[in-house]
């Protein structure tokens, strides 16, 4: 992963209204969790700079050197807040971090080519995971994993296990875990299908029983009137 280069500075502005007017300004509140020191560190960044820096970049945890009043710091970008109507961001979290240590990080998971058991088998596709945890250096950090699912036959799974990352990622997530299944067609009824015979049966006796009863009431009065006649 390249490494984004971002200017920054300290920043003591704090509060709803502080925060409001230093985003007026075309600058973006930010955090800093500090690794060495501990704590956290708020600063500020151009929100054009910061943008364009951003362009293109569909990972979530990406590293970037964040020179902070002439301070190097490398840092991982963890959180970025958007604007609900704008979509522009409105505060960015960070990670202070060394580049010769390890660190966690998510990494999305990409299915690329048709399964076999798709192609030939008439299966469905199904991703089951779409994210796996990993550990590797900062500057090692990928922004997806393409995962080739050509091979995958039909009602074949594939799982963590089996997917093959390269040396310098060592997989967190469970190895028992499912990444992507070929499942066959489900039996479902096409919409506008007959009903069983069964249920169709089921209704003109409930309407029959119905009917037998008024009968029967029916008769019931006619013969208590009789008997009122013959008194």
Same mark, same amino acid.
């Given at each position: ?19 409001? %007017? ?9 955090? +800093? ?23 293109? %970049? ?12 002439? &301070? ?57 995971? %779409? ?39 060592? +997989? ?15 039996? +479902? ?11 169709? &049966? ?17 008769? &019931?009065? &006619? ?9």
């Amino acid at each position: 992963m390249d490494q984004i280069k971002i200017k920054a500075a300290k920043r003591t502005e704090q509060g709803t209204g502080a925060v409001r %007017r230093l985003r007026r300004t075309g600058m973006i509140p930010g955090s +800093v969790m500090k690794m060495k020191k501990g704590g956290t560190l708020l600063i500020k960044l151009p929100e054009h700079e910061f943008m364009m820096a951003m362009r293109g %970049r569909t990972g979530k945890q990406i590293l970037v050197g964040l020179d902070i009043d002439g &301070a190097d710091v490398p840092a991982l970008l963890r959180e970025m807040q958007n604007d609900v109507l704008k979509g522009t961001p409105i505060h960015v979290d960070f990670s202070e971090v060394s580049l010769s240590e390890k660190v966690r990080v998510t990494i999305p998971i990409y299915l690329v080519g048709e399964a076999t058991g798709v192609k030939i088998g008439g299966g469905v596709l199904e991703q089951v995971l %779409r994210t796996v945890d990993i550990d590797c250096l900062p500057t090692d950090i990928p922004e997806k994993f393409d995962v080739d699912v050509t091979s995958l036959g039909l009602d074949q799974t594939l799982f963590i296990r089996d997917l093959k990352l390269g040396d310098k990622y060592t +997989v967190v997530t469970r190895g028992e875990l499912a990444v992507a299944v070929v499942k066959a067609p489900d039996d +479902v009824p096409a919409a506008g299908a007959a009903a069983p015979a069964g249920a169709e &049966a089921a209704a003109p006796e409930v309407i029959k029983k119905g009917k037998d009863e008024a009968a029967a009431g029916s008769e &019931a009065k &006619a013969g208590d009137a009789k008997k009122e006649e013959k008194k």
